[in-house]
């Protein structure tokens, strides 16, 4: 739980790219509408996850029971949002199910059992809302345990056997079994008829948990119908009281025959019936009073509204007898038995086959909206129970009720003929769904939701889309489409930290563009709603979490399909870096494939800039099992690439430092001086990105190859292109002198320079000394000698490139201090020609450029950084190794470097000498000419190449002779002044100005 622990440190640091003013034309006005409607469920939902990939997957069925308990997780965590938001807006929540239910109560007297009742108008409250919304999530997660736990056994279970053992203890098998055991095994043998059945189960409990309950309902039918239910014990009462007020008029005794009557409603609209048994109505075609007639439909709707959420029949018998009406519950079954507590009335010798032809024909011939329900929801009988849905789940608890028992009747009729036979079943066909195809029929059923006019615009609704999927078995399909659309939804983003790649690209794909059949599927505006929908992505997110990474499905090869699966949580990672929710994406990058997952996270590295931040990131990624260098390494990558700045058209020739002086001063100057101001010092936009993306290895302390070759790429980068500031910036943040000591403690135990000359022999002390610091410190894991040297040579090998470029880049930064040392000095002599300034600064400025000139002078830029080979190898190796043409084509930028620098950095260095030996001692001068012995040497023949090839060996030889000049004068200038030329000062190696005395005689 890592992740969790320094929350309150990750919440800080700068928005990078993303603090830009959303526009109508930017791609991500999605994710950045979603940053808006999110709460802490996005922290809730990573502890759990987080939870769940660090602990308990030892194996895989720990990784399974594992899984579960997270799908558990996320419904508590539902629940709990659904109680709470049920404290907070209690009398809002009953309000707005009393409205929904007084909807539904005005409709009974109008409805049409040919027209469903009109849906519930969506409330405008938020806090309403979003306690559906929550309801919703509850029933997704619920929805998604239930199918795992009936289509994903335990792994190592054997499915067959364990199903074996069931049906042998089930019954069911024999000719005289009950009725309930014939059930129960149906269920266990056909495993789509489970489904159905878990599902319907689920549809009661939803109904249940996010509808409105049975009270609420009563309630509102009592105010609608003026009176108190208690007088639903009554019956008919003014139906009642018209007949007899009718009978008293007309004298009559004994039942009225309608023939023989002229009754009429009250309003006179209708004729009224004259007898009050049950079937009074539909037998004589009359019709009851108005109150009467709301009654009885009332009763029947309550009746409904149980049946729908589960209630068991026993209790729906109850509540009958309560009011009288207990030959209701003995219609709809209730009187029975032998039924099961959660399936169909199966009393009789048929098992229910003649009571649910008996009931579907019932459902045809009422006009009752709610009793043609109930009866169509006894008998299968489809079209009936439709006219009295309201919504989604009103109509799939429909269509798999019919199909539910539509299928049992055909088992009957194979398994049981002696009790359903073919003549019986002829003689009361199947009055619910034809299965052409009982496969596919989750399927065929969803599909038909969303094709159907009543159900089509809530069936493409973000949750119902997942809960659709999830029935169907279709997620994987849903989950592609959705990574379809955001790749075709995001593509417009041009940054190079997209994270969206093209499914149908076989390489990167990155702003690759669409082919046409993703297209087509991208322009479905419901896909598109679920993608900007923050409750369904993060719940189409974990669903991928728990499918793919916690059972293991979608394992295919398709890479179309792994690529779009990926960028539906690609998103989601672009909604956290949106958000600020730096912490938690290196564990949704965890959850990514393979490469992917260096990808994404090299492409959220850039808006990491608070140091800490990205050493917990980096911390959390290793904890992840990520490929930290490789992220790393990746992020550096496609920052030079966007940078530009790796082409070779903005490529330098020549690098200027000095400038042209006036003759007339050659005695301090040979004709040429350095530069006031170089150029290329300013810093760019693209070349600070690319000094951060380096930024990122003062953290990986055991990485060393990637490091030096990166640093080294970069600053070769810069200089190629005359870009000093950047490379003086660049040596400046990330010296190999601060490099070398984080790279020597993770390696060798203790922190050094290993560029010192005795850092090879091994300070025992000092890394027993910090290693004790450590808890878990062993002073066996110590390194010997040999370990220690072995380590220290391999750091200067690969780091020598690295270091040569930045002694370059440090001279140059000296040459430019020179001048303003110069001009100090050269200020305070014109001021007083007497003075005496004080001339340490210049003196430890020209031994420090004298000290890096010799370093070039003997070792640069002999080997390769990206392969480590030395350059005098290249000719061992084959022209077809791919190391022959890494280690070539460093080799030639090296080669262009030294052109473009050497000669002038050593015509610089000659510059600098005269100048010095004129502001300090003469003597100094004979350092000139021995930078002439050195280019001249037979090992330095690379920098007479550098010269030959630069065209710049003119330039050296009339430097010399400019200096050559001025050193005489200075003599003759110094001999005048003393009046001898004897006793001059020596310079190291014993050496004087005497041989440049004309005076002097031989």
């Not at 895989?60 to 996320?74: E, S, W």
């Not at 404290?87 to 409709?107: D, P």
């Not at 499918?547 to 699966?565: F, I």
Request: aromatic share 8%; glycine share 6%; with cysteine.
């Amino acid at each position: 739980m890592a992740m969790f622990q320094s929350r309150n440190a990750l919440q800080s640091g700068t928005t990078g790219a993303f603090s830009s003013i959303a526009s109508k034309d930017d791609p991500l006005q999605p994710l950045r509408a979603m940053a808006e409607r999110v709460g802490k469920e996005v922290e809730k939902f990573a502890e759990k996850v987080d939870s769940w990939h660090t602990h308990g997957n030892e194996d895989d069925k720990g990784k399974y029971q594992n899984t579960l308990r997270l799908v558990g997780d996320f419904r508590d965590y539902a629940e709990a949002a659904v109680k709470e938001l049920r404290v907070e807006a209690g009398t809002e929540h009953r309000g707005e199910l009393a409205k929904s239910v007084r909807r539904r109560v005005l409709k009974i007297a109008d409805s049409d059992l040919g027209q469903s009742v009109v849906q519930s108008v969506e409330p405008a409250s938020a806090e309403f809302s979003e306690l559906r919304q929550w309801q919703a999530e509850l029933a997704t997660w619920e929805l998604v345990r239930i199918i795992i736990e009936h289509y994903h056994p335990a792994p190592g279970t054997d499915v067959a056997a364990e199903k074996r053992s069931r049906l042998a203890k089930v019954g069911g098998a024999y000719r005289y079994s009950p009725n309930i055991e014939i059930w129960n095994r149906f269920l266990l043998e056909d495993d789509l008829a489970k489904e159905k059945h878990i599902v319907l189960k689920w549809l009661e409990q939803t109904a249940e948990n996010s509808e409105s309950d049975v009270d609420t309902i009563i309630e509102q039918l009592e105010e609608q119908a003026g009176k108190d239910t208690s007088t639903w014990t009554s019956g008919w009462l003014d139906t009642r009281f018209r007949i007899k007020q009718e009978k008293r008029l007309n004298g009559t005794e004994g039942p009225v025959r309608p023939e023989n009557s002229f009754l009429k409603k009250s309003d006179r609209s209708q004729p009224l019936i004259t007898q009050l048994d049950p079937d009074a109505p539909a037998r004589q075609k009359r019709a009851l009073e108005d109150s009467d007639d709301f009654y009885e439909s009332a009763l029947w709707m309550v009746c409904y509204e149980m049946l729908r959420r589960g209630v068991p029949w026993k209790e729906i018998c109850e509540w009958c007898k309560e009011r009288n009406e207990a030959w209701r519950g003995v219609s709809i079954g209730a009187a029975h038995e032998s039924q099961p507590g959660d399936g169909p009335n199966v009393a009789g010798p048929t098992i229910g086959f003649l009571f649910r032809r008996m009931c579907a024909n019932a459902a045809r011939g009422t006009s009752g909206l709610y009793e043609a329900a109930i009866y169509g929801l006894l008998g299968g009988e489809l079209k009936s129970v439709k006219a009295a849905c309201r919504n989604w789940d009103d109509h799939l608890y429909a269509h798999y009720n019919s199909l539910l028992l539509s299928r049992f009747d055909d088992y009957l009729q194979i398994n049981h003929r002696h009790r359903v036979s073919p003549a019986l079943a002829r003689k009361f066909p199947s009055p619910g769904i034809d299965i052409n195809n009982w496969q596919t029929s989750s399927a065929t059923t969803i599909q038909f939701l969303k094709d159907q006019s009543e159900t089509a615009a809530q069936a493409v609704s973000p949750i119902k889309l997942i809960q659709g999927a999830l029935i169907s078995r279709s997620v994987e399909e849903l989950i592609h489409h959705v990574g379809v659309t955001l790749f075709t939804v995001l593509k417009g983003d041009k940054r190079p930290v997209n994270l969206m790649m093209d499914p149908e690209a076989q390489t990167d794909g990155l702003h690759g563009q669409t082919s046409e059949p993703l297209q087509t599927i991208a322009e479905k505006k419901h896909y598109q709603t679920l993608a900007s929908d923050p409750q369904a992505l993060r719940i189409l997110v974990h669903l991928i979490i728990v499918l793919r990474q916690g059972l293991y499905l979608y394992r295919s090869d398709r890479h179309s399909g792994w690529v779009a699966m990926d960028n539906v949580i690609a998103a989601y990672i672009e909604f956290l870096r949106l958000t600020r929710r730096i912490a938690v994406i290196p564990l949704y990058a965890a959850q990514l494939d393979g490469e992917r997952k260096i990808h994404c996270l090299a492409r959220v590295l850039p808006d990491i800039t608070n140091v800490e931040e990205q050493k917990h990131s980096l911390d959390l990624m290793s904890e992840y099992e990520i490929d930290t260098a490789n992220v790393v390494a990746q992020n550096f990558f496609v920052t030079l690439q966007s940078s530009g700045l790796d082409t070779k058209r903005e490529q330098i020739t020549r690098f200027d430092i000095l400038e042209a002086t006036d003759l007339e001063k050659e005695y301090l100057w040979p004709g040429q001086r350095v530069q006031a101001q170089f150029t290329g010092l300013n810093i760019q936009p693209n070349e600070e990105k690319l000094i951060k993306s380096l930024q990122w290895y003062k953290h990986l302390e055991s990485d060393t190859r990637n490091t030096f070759a990166h640093l080294t790429e970069a600053l070769k980068i810069f200089l190629l292109n005359g870009r000093t500031g950047a490379a003086i910036k660049l040596v400046t943040e990330l010296s190999l002198a601060t490099l070398s000591h984080i790279k020597t403690r993770a390696i060798c135990g203790y922190s050094f320079d290993f560029r010192d000359a005795d850092a090879d022999v091994q300070n025992q002390d000092e890394a027993i000394s910090l290693g004790r610091s450590d808890p878990d410190f062993l002073v066996s894991e110590i390194l010997n000698q040999h370990e220690h040297a072995s380590h220290v040579l391999r750091l200067r090998n690969v780091s020598q490139p690295y270091n040569d470029l930045e002694q370059l880049v440090n001279l140059i930064h000296l040459f430019s201090s020179w001048r303003d040392e110069e001009l100090v000095l050269l200020a305070i002599r014109e001021e007083d020609p007497l003075a005496k300034p004080d001339l340490s600064a210049i003196r430890d400025l020209f031994a420090e450029i004298e000290q890096r000139m010799e370093q070039i002078f003997t070792s640069f830029l002999t080997s390769s950084p990206a392969t480590g080979l030395p350059f005098s190898d290249l000719s061992q190796l084959s022209p077809e190794d791919p190391l022959y043409t890494r280690t070539q084509a460093d080799q030639a930028d090296f080669n262009a470097l030294k052109r473009i620098y050497i000669p002038e950095l050593i015509l610089t260095y000659i510059c600098v000498i005269h100048t010095f030996a004129f502001l300090t001692r003469r003597e100094e001068a004979v350092k000139a000419m021995d930078v002439a012995n050195i280019v001249a040497s037979e090992r330095n023949k690379w920098i007479q190449t550098a010269f030959i090839e630069s065209g710049r060996m003119g330039e050296l030889v009339d430097l010399l002779a400019a200096v050559s000049r001025a050193m005489v004068g200075m003599s003759e200038v110094e001999g005048k002044s003393k009046g001898r030329v004897g006793g001059r000062k020596r310079v190291e190696g014993g050496r004087t100005m005497k041989v440049w005395d004309l005076n002097v005689r031989n």
